[in-house]
């Protein structure tokens, strides 16, 4: 069976447009699907992108978006899972949520639990996390967001990736920083834009690529999922 890998994260997992009124990039573009042309058909590459979802806070008018209520969900479709990509916590910096660096990073800490833990129940192994901190949130307030994130907001983006660099040590994870391979768009302030998919995409492939080289086996409970008529 192919490795599986699950992409699970929000707009810009999904490939929203930069102030693109809901409008999304085609295959090949987004980065989750550079990732699976990158890697090729020895490996299936998941898409489980949703715009505004967050790690586990709950949005009053949509509550659907909570990334931990739905992971489980999101998990059990997909399995076997050799490997999950989470890449959350710009929606989670919404200044309507009031919430810091560290609480959006316990957020986080509550999904890695939660997929350890329901995985290994289900699949009987762990997949390997790839904990990727998002690009920074840039000046929000010339665009359509204006009224959902604040300076506030900014600042505490700059600080998740060493939240998040604690957190894969803690959990064995790798860790990739999105800032240092892309930017916001200067439209919206919160979306990356079609080389910035790209250049993430890119930086993705290789940390993905490093490391199955480097753990080339399939796991053989694979088989328990995989039945030949």
């Known amino acids: 069976m192919k490795k599986r890998i699950l992409c699970y994260g929000d707009s810009n997992t999904y490939g929203y447009l930069p102030a693109g009124n809901g ?17 090729g058909d020895e490996y299936t590459v998941i898409e489980e992108g949703l715009c505004g979802r967050t790690t586990d806070a709950e949005p009053i008018d949509a509550p659907w978006k909570n990334g931990e209520s739905y992971l489980c969900a999101a998990l059990s479709t997909h399995r076997p899972v050799d490997m999950v990509i ?18 959006v990073a316990a957020g986080m800490k509550a999904i890695l ?12 192994y762990l997949p390997k996390i790839l904990l990727i901190s998002p690009a920074y949130i840039s000046d929000a307030s010339r665009g359509p967001f204006a009224d959902e994130f604040n300076r506030t907001s900014q600042q505490m983006s700059r600080l998740l990736a060493k939240q998040y660099q604690t957190l894969a040590n803690e959990y064995d ?5 999105a800032a240092d391979y892309a930017v ?9 834009d079609a080389e910035n998919h790209r250049r993430l995409g890119e930086a993705v492939y290789e940390t993905v690529r490093n490391w ?18």
Do not use: C
Request: net charge negative; proline share 4%; aromatic share 10%.
């Open 86 to 103: 989470f890449m959350l916590g710009t929606n989670d910096l919404k200044a309507s949520f009031h919430r810091t660096a560290e609480t």
């Open 184 to 192: 916001t768009s200067e439209r919206d302030g919160i979306h990356i």
């Open 113 to 124: 639990e939660q997929t350890d833990s329901f995985l290994m129940l289900k699949q009987e």
């Open 173 to 177: 994870a790798l860790f990739l920083d």
């Open 212 to 229: 199955y080289a480097e753990h080339p086996e399939t796991d053989p409970k694979h088989e328990l999922f995989d039945v030949h008529e």
């Open 23 to 39: 409008r999304r990039y085609s295959e090949g573009v987004r980065w989750p699907s550079l990732l699976q042309k990158l890697l």
